[in-house]
């Protein structure tokens, strides 16, 4: 018998999902974050210092981004990457309105066609382009 709700829940999850580039899962197993903290499935309140960069930056559960989140979602959760929504086009906008003269046009990457392997750089690179393009529509 596990010890723990978390403990559970890990072996549950060691059953059914495939660890390819980040080696096994760790504990706790989490529940709900806002701002800095983290709270797992039994309760207990963590100190993030490990999730993302854009959660170091604006925490979790920040209430602009998650507003913005659900209002997204209820109108497309993902489209194909070489389309165009009018979000992705207002997003487009305001980072070039942030820009300095002479520049006056914003590059997305999108890839048309996923890698078969995605490295380490690919994921961090992907997250910080992410995270600037949001800390331009919130603002910092």
Known sequence: MSDS??????AQARQVFIRSFA????????????GATITDVDGNAYLDFSSGQMCATVGHNHPRIAAAVRSAADRAVHINSAMLSPD????????????????????????????LTITHAEIDRSLEIIEAAIRAVVGS
Do not use: C, M, N, Q
Request: hydrophobic share 50%.
């Open 88 to 115: 992705v086009i207002a997003l487009g906008r305001r980072v070039v309105e942030l820009l300095p003269p002479p520049l006056d046009k914003v590059f997305f990457l999108w890839r048309v066609a996923p890698p």
């Open 5 to 10: 709700k978390s403990d559970e829940l890990l």
């Open 23 to 34: 080696g096994d899962f760790t504990l706790p197993v989490i529940a709900r974050a806002e």
